[in-house]
């Protein structure tokens, strides 16, 4: 029943993807999943890559949330039901390198979807083919400048200048490459977890806020503090 005082909370779903491998998608879906739990969100992460390497990760971690759970395309719908009746505000989709069937899925089911790129020529050669993907399913995108040169903002700049001409909205700022972050990773963790002061940390803490903004995450959510989304099989 509706009291008219409180909007519904809808839980937002974010596909990140990107047809070029290794520009960073796990590391972003788990990056800003990190951020948006410590941000009090409910969180739900889901993996259809086979690889299973945000499955892994999360393995390898101690904390329990963020949630992680792979999934097949043919699952999905009912897996983010249960999250939404789990009360989860945020869930992030980790999909696989080059055409898959689980890509479009995930950018179906998606309310916007993230495009992270490195600063190189065959990642800007392959953005176009991700961006047409949310394009035709009518779901607006951001680009993710990832692993830039830690000093200079040139490739920033080229960067977004590429994107603007694809249309694509760039999300800011751009990441640097930094040890921080696979060091993390080797722990299961997330740079704003192991190094929260340092600078890999402050750039996802301001991308997290950049995206979060974007696709309008937590405007309306009630916060539900120390419960955690959990996905039953
Ligand atoms: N900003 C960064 N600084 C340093 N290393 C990074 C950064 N972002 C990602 N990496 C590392 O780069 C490697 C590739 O990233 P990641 O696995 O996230 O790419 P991917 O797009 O998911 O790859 P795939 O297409 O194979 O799924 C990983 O080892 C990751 O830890
Ligand atoms: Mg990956």
Redesign the pocket.
């Known amino acids: 029943m509706h009291n008219g005082t409180k909007a519904s909370v809808h839980m937002r779903t974010l596909a990140i993807a990107?047809q070029k491998?290794?520009?960073?998608?796990?590391?972003l879906t788990r990056s800003l999943a990190v951020a948006a739990s410590q941000d009090n969100l409910n969180v739900v992460v889901i993996d259809m890559?086979s690889?299973q390497?945000t499955v892994a990760w999360s393995e390898r971690r101690e904390a329990d949330a963020p949630f992680v759970q792979f999934s097949t395309e043919r699952e999905l719908p009912a897996l983010l039901k249960r999250a939404e009746d789990a009360g989860c505000d945020v869930v992030f989709i980790d999909t696989?390198?080059a055409r898959s069937t689980e890509t479009p899925a995930a950018v179906d089911a998606a309310d916007m979807v993230l495009i992270?790129c490195t600063p190189d020529i065959e990642a800007y050669e392959q953005i176009a083919r991700t961006e047409r993907l949310a394009r035709l399913a009518g779901k607006p995108a951001l680009a993710v400048l990832?692993?830039t040169q830690p000093s200079g903002k040139s490739e920033q700049d080229i960067g977004q200048e590429i994107f603007a001409n694809l249309k694509l909205a760039m999300a800011l700022p751009s990441?640097?490459?930094?040890k921080a972050?696979?060091d993390a990773?080797r722990e299961g963790k997330t740079a704003t977890e192991t190094e929260p002061g340092g600078r890999a940390a402050q750039e996802i803490a301001a991308l997290w806020m950049c995206i979060k903004e974007q696709a309008n995450i937590g405007t309306n959510a009630v916060v539900h503090k120390g419960k955690r989304a959990k996905v039953q099989k």
Request: hydrophobic residues 35%; positive net charge; aromatic residues 4%.
């Open positions: 990107m491998g290794g520009v960073g998608k796990s590391w890559d690889q390497s696989p390198p992270p990832t692993m990441i640097a490459r930094l972050h696979r990773a």
